[in-house]
C-alpha cells in the first residue's frame, strides 16, 4: 500500500515544516510595533485632545428636525406627483409604464377613455385610478424614469408616516399636482386645434377663451373659473400683440 502521509522534518526554531518549503520562524509582535521617542509618548494624549477642541469650534451639523424643517438636496426622491399642463389637464395617459417599471410592485393603474365631455388629458387615455402603496416604495425612481409624458415627478416631501395601512397608499387625488392659478379644472376639452403632441412639446402655456366657455356653460360654479378667465385673456392679448 502506498504511504500517502506529509513528510515533516523540524526546522532550526523548532517549528514544523513540509518537506520542500521553509516556514520563517514567528517574530514576537513587540517587534513589529514602530518604536516611539519619550516625547512622542508624551504629546500622545494632546493629539487626542486635539482632534476634539478642533471639532468644537467648528460649525455645528446637528439637524433640529422637526423643529426646523430638514434640508434636503434638490434632487431628492421623496413623494411622488402627478402633474398637469398649464391649461389644467393632466399628464398621465394612464400608460402603467411607471407601474411595469416599479420593482417593488406598489403602483396601480388604470386608465379610461377620453370623451368630449370628459377630456381628463390630451389624446385617447387618462388615468382614472392611480395608486401608490407606499408601504412598498422604496423611492428608487424607476418610475420616474418610464414615464414618457414627464406626468410622474418626485418631490422633496419626505413625511410620509401614518397610524394605518391604508392611509399609505396613496390615491390620485392626494397626488395630483394643485392647480396654480389660472389652471383650468379637467375635464375639458383641448386647447382647438391642437394635438397631444403639441402638447408634449410645450405649446400650450395657458387656458383659451373657449375652454373657459365649455367650462363656464357645463360647470358654472367651478372655482378655478376666475382665475382661468383672466389668464386666457391676458393670453389672447399677448397672441394679438405678437402677431
Ligand atoms: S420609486 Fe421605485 S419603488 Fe417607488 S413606486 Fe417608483 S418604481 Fe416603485
Ligand atoms: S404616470 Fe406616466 S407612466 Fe404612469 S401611467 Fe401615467 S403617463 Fe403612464
Not at 56 to 64: H, M, R
Request: a negative charge; proline letters at 9%.
Amino acid at each position: 500500500m502506498a504511504d500517502n502521509s506529509i513528510e515533516k522534518k523540524a526546522g532550526p526554531g523548532g517549528e514544523v515544516q513540509r518537506s520542500g518549503r521553509e516556514v520563517a520562524a514567528p517574530q514576537p509582535y513587540q517587534s513589529l510595533i514602530p518604536k516611539r521617542s519619550p516625547l512622542e509618548d508624551a504629546l500622545g494624549p494632546a493629539a487626542g485632545f486635539g482632534v476634539t477642541i478642533k471639532n468644537f469650534f467648528s460649525k455645528t451639523v446637528t439637524e433640529q428636525y422637526p423643529r426646523e424643517p430638514a434640508r434636503v438636496k434638490p434632487r431628492f426622491h421623496g413623494r411622488h406627483q402627478l402633474n398637469r399642463y398649464p391649461d389644467g389637464l393632466e399628464k398621465c395617459i394612464g400608460c402603467e409604464l411607471c407601474a411595469w417599471a416599479c420593482p417593488a410592485d406598489a403602483i396601480y393603474v388604470e386608465a379610461a377613455d377620453n370623451t368630449a365631455d370628459q377630456q381628463f388629458s390630451p389624446g385617447e387615455r387618462y388615468g382614472r385610478v392611480y395608486q401608490i402603496n407606499y408601504l412598498r416604495c422604496i423611492f428608487c425612481g424607476l418610475c420616474i424614469e418610464a414615464c414618457p409624458t414627464r406626468a410622474l415627478t418626485m418631490t422633496n416631501e419626505f413625511e410620509l408616516a401614518g397610524p394605518t395601512r391604508e392611509g399609505l397608499i396613496y390615491e390620485k387625488q392626494d397626488l395630483l399636482a394643485p392647480m396654480t392659478d389660472g389652471m383650468l379644472a379637467a375635464p375639458h376639452p383641448m386647447v382647438e386645434g391642437t394635438t397631444d403632441t403639441d402638447y408634449y412639446r410645450g405649446e400650450v402655456t395657458a387656458p383659451t377663451p373657449a375652454q373657459v366657455d365649455w367650462v363656464g356653460e357645463h360647470r358654472p360654479d367651478d372655482p378655478s373659473l376666475t382665475g382661468a378667465r383672466s389668464r386666457a385673456g391676458a393670453a389672447a392679448n399677448q397672441g394679438q400683440e405678437t402677431r
